[in-house]
Protein backbone atom coordinates (compact mmCIF):
# COMPACT_ATOMS: atom_id res chain seq x y z
CA UNK A 1 0.00 0.00 0.00
CA UNK A 2 1.05 3.59 -1.04
CA UNK A 3 0.33 6.88 -0.02
CA UNK A 4 -0.16 9.50 -2.52
CA UNK A 5 -0.36 13.21 -2.04
CA UNK A 6 -1.54 15.60 -4.70
CA UNK A 7 1.48 18.21 -6.14
CA UNK A 8 -1.42 20.11 -7.17
CA UNK A 9 -4.83 21.07 -8.52
CA UNK A 10 -7.23 21.36 -11.89
CA UNK A 11 -8.85 24.66 -12.48
CA UNK A 12 -11.07 23.86 -15.38
CA UNK A 13 -14.40 24.83 -16.67
CA UNK A 14 -15.72 21.59 -16.52
CA UNK A 15 -17.34 20.83 -13.12
CA UNK A 16 -19.05 17.98 -14.39
CA UNK A 17 -18.44 14.91 -16.41
CA UNK A 18 -18.27 15.17 -20.35
CA UNK A 19 -16.90 13.21 -22.58
CA UNK A 20 -13.14 13.62 -23.06
CA UNK A 21 -13.24 14.19 -26.47
CA UNK A 22 -14.97 17.54 -25.54
CA UNK A 23 -13.10 18.49 -22.45
CA UNK A 24 -9.78 17.61 -24.43
CA UNK A 25 -10.82 20.51 -26.84
CA UNK A 26 -10.77 23.40 -23.89
CA UNK A 27 -7.43 24.70 -21.81
CA UNK A 28 -7.15 24.53 -18.26
CA UNK A 29 -5.19 25.38 -15.42
CA UNK A 30 -2.89 23.31 -12.91
CA UNK A 31 -1.76 25.06 -9.89
CA UNK A 32 0.89 23.89 -8.66
CA UNK A 33 1.61 23.63 -4.58
CA UNK A 34 3.93 26.26 -3.69
CA UNK A 35 6.27 24.61 -2.04
CA UNK A 36 6.76 22.43 -4.77
CA UNK A 37 6.86 25.29 -7.79
CA UNK A 38 10.88 24.71 -8.38
CA UNK A 39 10.10 21.28 -9.51
CA UNK A 40 8.79 23.48 -12.79
CA UNK A 41 12.13 25.01 -13.33
CA UNK A 42 12.54 25.05 -17.23
CA UNK A 43 9.44 22.62 -17.68
CA UNK A 44 8.47 25.86 -20.26
CA UNK A 45 10.53 23.81 -22.57
CA UNK A 46 8.30 21.05 -23.51
CA UNK A 47 5.75 21.56 -25.83
CA UNK A 48 3.91 18.34 -24.38
CA UNK A 49 3.45 16.90 -20.86
CA UNK A 50 2.09 14.02 -19.52
CA UNK A 51 -0.41 14.82 -16.71
CA UNK A 52 -0.95 12.03 -14.19
CA UNK A 53 -3.93 13.01 -12.24
CA UNK A 54 -6.48 11.08 -9.58
CA UNK A 55 -10.29 10.72 -10.19
CA UNK A 56 -11.57 11.71 -6.98
CA UNK A 57 -14.79 11.76 -7.80
CA UNK A 58 -14.92 8.24 -9.33
CA UNK A 59 -16.11 5.38 -6.76
CA UNK A 60 -15.89 1.40 -7.63
CA UNK A 61 -15.45 -0.38 -10.38
CA UNK A 62 -16.16 -3.50 -12.07
CA UNK A 63 -13.79 -5.47 -13.53
CA UNK A 64 -15.52 -6.19 -16.64
CA UNK A 65 -18.56 -4.70 -18.20
CA UNK A 66 -19.68 -2.71 -20.82
CA UNK A 67 -17.32 0.49 -22.17
CA UNK A 68 -17.89 3.56 -23.68
CA UNK A 69 -18.71 2.10 -27.32
CA UNK A 70 -20.69 -0.41 -25.46
CA UNK A 71 -18.38 -3.18 -25.88
CA UNK A 72 -17.55 -5.94 -23.18
CA UNK A 73 -14.06 -5.29 -21.98
CA UNK A 74 -11.71 -5.80 -18.55
CA UNK A 75 -11.26 -2.35 -17.12
CA UNK A 76 -7.57 -2.74 -17.42
CA UNK A 77 -8.36 -2.53 -21.59
CA UNK A 78 -10.28 -0.05 -20.42
CA UNK A 79 -9.81 3.73 -20.02
CA UNK A 80 -13.06 3.96 -17.90
CA UNK A 81 -12.21 6.30 -14.50
CA UNK A 82 -13.70 3.46 -12.70
CA UNK A 83 -10.64 1.47 -11.80
CA UNK A 84 -8.79 0.11 -9.41
CA UNK A 85 -6.39 2.69 -8.76
CA UNK A 86 -8.34 5.90 -10.26
CA UNK A 87 -5.41 7.06 -11.87
CA UNK A 88 -5.25 8.91 -14.67
CA UNK A 89 -2.86 9.89 -17.65
CA UNK A 90 -3.42 12.11 -20.41
CA UNK A 91 -0.68 13.92 -22.90
CA UNK A 92 -1.06 17.76 -22.87
CA UNK A 93 0.36 20.48 -24.71
CA UNK A 94 1.74 23.48 -22.44
CA UNK A 95 0.32 26.96 -23.28
CA UNK A 96 1.88 28.91 -20.78
CA UNK A 97 4.19 28.98 -17.46
CA UNK A 98 3.27 31.41 -14.49
CA UNK A 99 5.01 31.04 -11.61
CA UNK A 100 3.33 28.14 -9.84
CA UNK A 101 0.13 27.86 -13.01
CA UNK A 102 0.76 25.98 -15.95
CA UNK A 103 -1.64 26.29 -18.78
CA UNK A 104 -2.48 23.44 -20.69
CA UNK A 105 -4.48 22.44 -23.53
CA UNK A 106 -6.20 18.79 -23.87
CA UNK A 107 -6.47 18.01 -20.57
CA UNK A 108 -10.11 15.88 -19.43
CA UNK A 109 -9.72 16.47 -16.06
CA UNK A 110 -12.38 18.13 -13.95
CA UNK A 111 -12.13 21.17 -11.61
CA UNK A 112 -10.55 20.53 -8.61
CA UNK A 113 -8.89 17.26 -9.95
CA UNK A 114 -5.71 16.01 -7.81
CA UNK A 115 -2.69 16.25 -9.81
CA UNK A 116 -0.19 13.70 -8.37
CA UNK A 117 2.46 13.57 -11.08
CA UNK A 118 3.92 15.97 -14.47
CA UNK A 119 6.65 14.44 -16.59
CA UNK A 120 7.63 16.03 -19.78
CA UNK A 121 6.40 13.62 -22.83
CA UNK A 122 9.23 11.87 -23.98
CA UNK A 123 8.90 9.72 -27.40
CA UNK A 124 11.75 7.07 -25.98
CA UNK A 125 9.14 6.13 -23.13
CA UNK A 126 5.57 7.55 -24.71
CA UNK A 127 5.39 6.37 -28.24
CA UNK A 128 4.38 3.03 -29.53
CA UNK A 129 7.24 1.51 -31.75
CA UNK A 130 6.60 2.11 -35.50
CA UNK A 131 7.85 -1.12 -37.05
CA UNK B 1 -3.92 11.52 0.34
CA UNK B 2 -4.99 8.64 -1.37
CA UNK B 3 -4.20 5.11 -1.06
CA UNK B 4 -2.92 2.83 -4.08
CA UNK B 5 -2.54 -1.09 -3.71
CA UNK B 6 -0.47 -2.82 -6.41
CA UNK B 7 -2.94 -4.73 -9.06
CA UNK B 8 0.30 -6.94 -9.79
CA UNK B 9 4.11 -6.67 -9.98
CA UNK B 10 6.61 -7.10 -12.70
CA UNK B 11 9.09 -10.31 -13.36
CA UNK B 12 12.09 -8.58 -15.05
CA UNK B 13 15.88 -10.12 -15.62
CA UNK B 14 17.10 -6.57 -14.57
CA UNK B 15 17.52 -6.79 -10.09
CA UNK B 16 19.16 -3.64 -10.51
CA UNK B 17 19.03 -0.23 -12.20
CA UNK B 18 20.23 0.29 -15.83
CA UNK B 19 19.98 3.07 -18.23
CA UNK B 20 16.16 3.20 -19.73
CA UNK B 21 17.39 2.53 -23.08
CA UNK B 22 18.99 -0.49 -22.12
CA UNK B 23 15.96 -2.17 -19.96
CA UNK B 24 13.39 -1.32 -22.84
CA UNK B 25 14.86 -3.64 -25.18
CA UNK B 26 13.96 -6.77 -23.01
CA UNK B 27 10.60 -8.44 -22.67
CA UNK B 28 9.63 -8.79 -18.78
CA UNK B 29 6.35 -9.97 -17.58
CA UNK B 30 3.40 -8.52 -15.47
CA UNK B 31 1.82 -10.71 -13.09
CA UNK B 32 -1.46 -9.45 -12.22
CA UNK B 33 -3.27 -10.41 -9.11
CA UNK B 34 -5.09 -13.15 -9.71
CA UNK B 35 -8.26 -11.96 -7.99
CA UNK B 36 -7.55 -8.86 -10.43
CA UNK B 37 -7.07 -11.36 -13.79
CA UNK B 38 -11.06 -10.79 -15.53
CA UNK B 39 -9.96 -7.13 -15.77
CA UNK B 40 -7.58 -8.09 -18.65
CA UNK B 41 -10.78 -9.56 -20.47
CA UNK B 42 -10.12 -8.81 -24.28
CA UNK B 43 -6.88 -6.90 -23.17
CA UNK B 44 -5.50 -8.98 -26.23
CA UNK B 45 -6.90 -6.39 -28.67
CA UNK B 46 -4.58 -4.02 -27.66
CA UNK B 47 -0.99 -3.86 -29.18
CA UNK B 48 0.32 -1.37 -26.91
CA UNK B 49 -0.56 -0.67 -23.22
CA UNK B 50 0.68 2.19 -20.93
CA UNK B 51 2.00 0.49 -17.97
CA UNK B 52 1.66 2.47 -14.38
CA UNK B 53 4.42 1.49 -11.69
CA UNK B 54 5.69 2.73 -8.72
CA UNK B 55 9.33 3.29 -8.02
CA UNK B 56 9.54 1.07 -4.93
CA UNK B 57 13.44 1.13 -4.82
CA UNK B 58 13.67 4.96 -5.27
CA UNK B 59 14.32 6.80 -2.18
CA UNK B 60 13.70 11.06 -1.87
CA UNK B 61 13.75 13.83 -4.12
CA UNK B 62 14.99 17.29 -5.00
CA UNK B 63 12.85 19.51 -7.00
CA UNK B 64 15.71 21.13 -9.05
CA UNK B 65 19.11 19.16 -9.71
CA UNK B 66 21.25 18.31 -12.55
CA UNK B 67 19.37 15.42 -14.95
CA UNK B 68 20.75 12.38 -16.94
CA UNK B 69 22.65 14.18 -19.61
CA UNK B 70 23.70 16.49 -16.51
CA UNK B 71 21.24 19.66 -17.22
CA UNK B 72 19.80 21.00 -14.12
CA UNK B 73 15.55 20.79 -14.76
CA UNK B 74 12.71 20.67 -12.32
CA UNK B 75 11.99 16.88 -10.97
CA UNK B 76 8.06 17.57 -13.29
CA UNK B 77 10.70 18.28 -16.29
CA UNK B 78 12.64 14.99 -16.10
CA UNK B 79 11.95 11.41 -15.84
CA UNK B 80 13.57 10.73 -12.62
CA UNK B 81 12.24 7.74 -10.64
CA UNK B 82 12.92 10.16 -7.72
CA UNK B 83 9.87 11.79 -7.60
CA UNK B 84 7.63 13.73 -5.03
CA UNK B 85 4.84 11.20 -6.08
CA UNK B 86 7.37 8.30 -7.78
CA UNK B 87 5.25 6.86 -10.13
CA UNK B 88 6.18 5.45 -13.65
CA UNK B 89 4.68 5.55 -16.95
CA UNK B 90 5.75 3.74 -19.83
CA UNK B 91 3.78 2.31 -23.18
CA UNK B 92 4.91 -1.27 -24.11
CA UNK B 93 3.88 -3.64 -26.98
CA UNK B 94 2.08 -6.63 -25.47
CA UNK B 95 3.42 -9.96 -27.09
CA UNK B 96 1.17 -12.46 -25.16
CA UNK B 97 -1.37 -12.77 -22.70
CA UNK B 98 -1.87 -16.29 -20.82
CA UNK B 99 -3.96 -16.16 -17.28
CA UNK B 100 -3.14 -13.58 -15.05
CA UNK B 101 0.23 -12.87 -16.84
CA UNK B 102 1.32 -10.24 -19.44
CA UNK B 103 4.48 -10.44 -21.72
CA UNK B 104 5.67 -6.85 -22.60
CA UNK B 105 7.82 -5.61 -24.53
CA UNK B 106 10.03 -2.36 -23.58
CA UNK B 107 9.26 -2.22 -20.03
CA UNK B 108 11.88 -0.11 -17.88
CA UNK B 109 11.06 -1.23 -14.68
CA UNK B 110 12.78 -3.43 -12.59
CA UNK B 111 11.88 -6.98 -11.11
CA UNK B 112 9.38 -6.88 -8.15
CA UNK B 113 8.20 -3.31 -9.23
CA UNK B 114 4.75 -2.80 -8.20
CA UNK B 115 2.20 -1.97 -11.14
CA UNK B 116 -0.52 0.25 -10.27
CA UNK B 117 -2.51 0.65 -13.55
CA UNK B 118 -3.02 -0.13 -17.08
CA UNK B 119 -4.30 1.00 -19.60
CA UNK B 120 -4.61 0.65 -23.23
CA UNK B 121 -2.75 3.16 -25.48
CA UNK B 122 -5.24 5.76 -27.25
CA UNK B 123 -4.13 7.95 -29.79
CA UNK B 124 -6.63 10.14 -28.33
CA UNK B 125 -5.25 10.32 -25.00
CA UNK B 126 -1.65 9.77 -25.11
CA UNK B 127 -0.68 10.82 -28.85
CA UNK B 128 1.01 14.49 -28.82
CA UNK B 129 -0.88 16.85 -31.61
CA UNK B 130 0.79 16.84 -34.57
CA UNK B 131 -0.48 20.27 -36.26
Do not use: C, W
Not at 87 to 113: P, Q, Y
Amino acid sequence: MFKIDPIGFVESSFKESAPPEEMRKHQSTIVIKPELADGLYKIERNQYLQIIFYFDQSEGYNLKGPRYHGKERGVFASRSPRRPNPIGVTTVELIKVEGNKLTVDGLDALDGTPVIDIKPYADVMDKPAVD
